[in-house]
């Protein structure tokens, strides 16, 4: 890797691991100080923008990276004619967002708060736009610094909201301040180093066609995306109500918080996987191999310690939400597959499978709507949980199962032999976690649970020293190049 890369890897992780560590307790605070009914209003008229927001975009950022990376002597026409085609989306994005809320069948609060989330997404849209410009330049830590302290404006506002004057519009003002931020100081780091004129739209009708075409597979991965992870939400809302949204809405955070821990090795895994595809299969086969494993150790603990841990977990926003301790006990294991499924996309991406990828993201959704409607009146805020692990699992089998696509001799037996070790070592331990917390108490028994796993997996022989060089090899250009940079 080289050393821009890893400097680069660097700082967004960085960030990114602070923004999320400032938005989950921030949002854990909210929860505690709004309860269930009003936690719920605010996640679902944030939910309902995050979906419209796909549309405000529609992949263009995408195709801005990637082709200004590649010829940055016709950036500045091609951010110009870009903003021709953008422009317009955005302020469809933003009709559409305010018909959304005129139309459904909410109470004056949350139509209000989605009708006021329509200007956030309109910022946040061309912020999107300007970090991409940047980021087609290299220049990840102005994305970094922008997301970091724009998070945390957004928390310290809201926190003094909730301290004085408890209110939903108010913490949507909020978001306001911190997406304003991010408009501004993105703004003026791209017109800093290429000028005003960029700012000015360029209409080009046989760009657009060819922009339209190369920004559609982006668009629809996004679509997906959205759709299967906040989908859950607006269907709670409509089948029970915005009170189980808000208990909902606190196992959902806590399970998706931990998305990050991946993020630093797979930003290092796909340029990797890029350049050994075409010439070194065997040792592509290998890396794959190895991303299995770290990832099945990484997601193992995770789920298997917040399940013995989750009442503990769940006290922390208060007795208004202990109907989520089952939701999150369940919910949790949607890391497995989702970690897992990290390594397939790299290597489908760098194999020239993008469209797989889409497709198996497309069944993926269809499949997650329809067991949301399906379990979700029977089960209630369960059945959401109960859709999320079977649509995810599809998404991990299906893409594990395209794996022979590229690689005609992979072993089920040996990716067997290799991750079921790891699960029940997490599973042992999530038992004996779940048993002594009572009696030593929550942090001892988090402490013990580390220890209790790693000695597991010694015994199972999922770890020892050959691993240990091997979880090195993973960072060590990572590492020696970052403590290079100053």
Not at 149 to 163: M, P, R, S
């Amino acid at each position: 890797m080289s050393h821009l890369v890893a400097r680069n890897t660097f700082y967004l992780t960085l960030a990114f691991v602070g923004q999320k560590a400032i938005a989950f307790f921030y949002y854990i605070f909210l929860a505690r100080m709004m309860m269930p009914e009003k936690t719920g209003t605010y996640f679902l008229a944030l939910s309902i923008m995050i979906i419209i927001s796909v549309i405000a975009d529609f992949g263009t950022t995408s195709v801005l990276i990637r082709e200004g990376a590649k010829d940055k002597s016709q950036i500045k026409v091609f951010i110009q004619k870009s903003l021709s085609f953008k422009m317009p989306l955005v302020i469809f994005g933003f009709i559409i967002t305010l018909l959304v809320a005129w139309l459904l069948p909410y109470d004056p609060l949350t139509r209000f708060l989605i009708a006021v989330s329509s200007f956030i997404l309109v910022l946040d849209s061309f912020s999107l736009f300007f970090y991409g410009v940047l980021r087609a330049y290299q220049l990840l830590r102005y994305e970094s610094m922008g997301m970091l302290f724009g998070q945390f404006l957004t928390a310290t506002l809201g926190v003094c909201i909730l301290f004085f004057y408890p209110s939903l519009i108010f913490l949507v003002f909020a978001l306001l301040l911190g997406s304003s931020f991010n408009l501004i100081f993105s703004a003026l780091q791209v017109v800093g180093r290429l000028g005003k004129e960029i700012l000015i739209p360029l209409y080009d009708r046989v760009f657009i066609k060819r922009l339209i075409w190369m920004a559609f597979p982006f668009a629809l991965s996004a679509i997906f995306v959205k759709v299967y992870s906040y989908t859950d939400s607006i269907l709670i809302s409509f089948f029970l109500g915005k009170e189980e949204v808000g208990i909902y809405s606190i196992a959902y955070k806590f399970t998706y918080a931990f998305q990050f821990l991946p993020l630093a090795f797979i930003a290092s895994l796909y340029p990797e996987m890029s350049r050994l595809v075409d010439k070194h299969q065997g040792s592509l086969l290998r890396l794959l191999d190895r991303s299995f494993w770290y990832m099945m150790l990484l997601a193992s603990p995770l789920c298997f310690g917040i399940w013995s841990i989750a009442s503990d977990a769940i006290e922390l926003t208060g007795d208004a939400y202990l109907q989520a301790v089952p939701v999150l006990q369940s919910l949790i294991f949607v890391l497995i597959p989702i970690f897992l499924d990290f390594p397939i996309g790299s290597l489908l991406n760098a194999a020239g499978r993008q469209s797989l990828k889409t497709s198996i993201m497309g069944v993926t959704m269809l499949i997650n709507v329809f067991f949301n409607i399906l379990f979700i009146p029977i089960f209630g805020i369960l059945g959401a949980s109960y859709a999320a692990l079977i649509s995810f699992f599809f998404m991990f089998l299906a893409g594990l199962i395209s794996v022979r696509k590229i690689f005609p001799d992979f072993s089920w037996w040996h990716f067997l032999r290799m991750i079921i070790p790891i699960f029940l070592s997490g599973w042992v331990m999530g038992l004996i976690v779940f048993e002594i917390r009572p009696i030593i108490g929550f942090i001892p028994s988090v402490i013990s649970g580390f220890f209790i796993y790693f000695i597991l997996l010694i015994l199972t022989g999922s770890f020892n020293w050959k691993h240990l060089f091997s979880l090195m090899g993973f960072f060590k250009p990572y590492a020696k190049n970052t403590s290079l940079d100053a």
